[in-house]
T-cell receptor, first 109, second 111 residues
Framework: GQNIDQPTEMTATEGAIVQINCTYQTSGFNGLFWYQQHAGEAPTFLSYNVLDGLEEKGRFSSFLSRSKGYSYLLLKELQMKDSASYLCAVGSGTYKYIFGTGTRLKVLA | DAMVIQNPRYQVTQFGKPVTLSCSQTLNHNVMYWYQQKSSQAPKLLFH???????NEADTPDNFQSRRPNTSFCFLDIRSPGLGDAAMYLC??????????FGPGTRLTVL
């Protein structure tokens, strides 16, 4: 079957660093995406990994290990506005994307 | 700004009364998707269009249909909404199979 696992909830303090993990088992792999979704809003694209390694984009970094079926999203210098759900999604075939249920991140002052 | 637009943002319908949700895009992307997302759940792909080619997911109920009259517009028709169809409906676009860009969503309430 196809499966994506992420922790349901995480809590961190403003200014801290948090790492959100994602493991996946899919029948195909065309890349791994991270999206941010605020409550009641649409997902917005954060990052994309297709090769192993770390991709850095400002305060956000994403890592991929294809052999381990593992990715993480690293958020640095947390701000209150980073409180949101973070969705891990895998491109799993032609125009097919499998989403995880998301990790709800709460940033505390 | 290039974008994905969904109308309406909120839709209330009655049990069994057909409803149509619309999506338009100015990104000129060739692939358009419809997802259903229920509270605290992952977005679930209903179908997608690659250009004019329609691709239905195997577990999408027959109650859900879609139309794409041109590159810019795509519609989701729910023929006989049930209480279980209440959800956020997300439209997304991509160029080929690359990054998807989502519209703001339509929240559907079924009374």
């Amino acid at each position: 079957g196809q499966n994506i696992d992420q922790p349901t909830e995480m809590t961190a303090t403003e200014g801290a660093i948090v790492q959100i993990n994602c493991t996946y088992q899919t029948s195909g792999f065309n890349g791994l995406f991270w999206y941010q979704q605020h409550a009641g809003e649409a997902p917005t694209f954060l990052s994309y990994n297709v090769l192993d390694g770390l991709e850095e984009k400002g305060r956000f970094s994403s890592f991929l290990s294809r052999s381990k079926g593992y990715s993480y999203l690293l958020l640095k210098e947390l701000q209150m506005k980073d409180s949101a759900s973070y969705l891990c999604a895998v491109g799993s075939g032609t125009y097919k994307y499998i989403f995880g249920t998301g990790t709800r991140l709460k940033v505390l002052a | 700004d290039a974008m994905v637009i969904q109308n309406p943002r909120y839709q209330v319908t009655q049990f069994g009364k057909p409803v149509t949700l619309s999506c338009s895009q100015t990104l000129n992307h060739n692939v358009m998707y419809w997802y259903q997302q229920k509270s605290s759940q992952a977005p679930k792909l209903l179908f997608h269009y690659y250009d004019k080619d329609f691709n239905n997911e195997a577990d999408t109920p027959d109650n859900f249909q879609s139309r794409r009259p041109n590159t810019s517009f795509c519609f989701l028709d729910i023929r006989s909404p049930g209480l279980g169809d209440a959800a956020m409906y997300l439209c997304a676009t991509s160029r080929e199979g690359h990054t998807q860009y989502f519209g703001p969503g339509t929240r559907l309430t079924v009374l």
